[in-house]
Structures are given as C-alpha cells and as structure tokens.
C-alpha cells in the first residue's frame, strides 16, 4: 500500500518561501497523479495544485498560481511545493495526496486521491 510521508512546514514571514517535500513508497511513481491540498483552521479542505507524473502537466488555484510551484523528483520518488510570496491566507495544514495510474485535471478534488500523508502545518506571520 501506497505511504506519503510529508516536510517542511514551518512559521514564515509574510512574503516569504518555504518548500514542502511528500516522499512516496509502495507504488509506481510514474504513473501517480499528485495533489497538494490545504486546510485552514475553521475551513474546509482545499486543493491547491496538482501534477501528473508521467507527462508533467500542472494544474494551480487562482491564489495560488504564480506563486506555488508543484515539481516532482522522480528518481527520489518525491513530490514538493515549492511557496514563494506566502501571505497570511495561505496559513494552513498542508496535505499531499496521491492517485495511481492517474491523471492530474483542472478540476482536480480531493475525491480523486486516495492516498493521502500525515499533513504538515505552515503559518505565515503578518
């Protein structure tokens, strides 16, 4: 069975960057469809990004576009998110979740991912 193992969450400045890495085991990489998901205290659960392994495509979230990057690093069998510019707003648990022999799509959810790792805090100071 698929495990994701999360880092990288932290207290940032506004207008910072921070990277969180997810680590994969138990499937094969190449063919997952990767999401990043947040949660902000009070709210619901959002997506944030998402990225399909085996062609590269990218998908991102009107807030977040320009701002996040979603990478992969195959031979490590990892996945980040890159967050540059963080405002308050992006204070959240961050999730990263994974389907196998799928595709990322633009109106990627969270009920697309079965998959899914222990959640990693960010909080973004004003």
């Known amino acids: 069975e698929m495990q994701l193992v999360e880092s990288g969450g932290g207290l940032v400045q506004a207008g910072g960057s921070l990277r969180l890495s997810c680590v994969a085991s138990?499937?094969?990489?190449?063919?997952?469809?990767i999401g990043w998901f947040r949660q902000a205290p009070g709210k619901e659960r959002e997506g944030v990004s998402c990225?399909?392994?085996?062609?590269?495509?990218?998908y991102y979230t009107d807030d977040v576009q320009g701002r996040f990057t979603i990478s992969t690093d195959n031979a490590k069998n990892t996945m980040y998110l890159d967050m540059s510019r963080l405002q308050s707003t992006d204070t959240a648990v961050y999730y990263c979740a994974a389907e196998p022999f799928s595709l990322c799509e633009d109106d990627f959810d969270d009920e697309d991912y079965e998959y899914w790792g222990q959640g990693t805090h960010v909080t973004v100071s004003s």
């Open positions: 990225i399909s392994v085996s062609d590269g495509i990218t």
């Open positions: 138990g499937s094969t990489f190449e063919h997952l469809a």
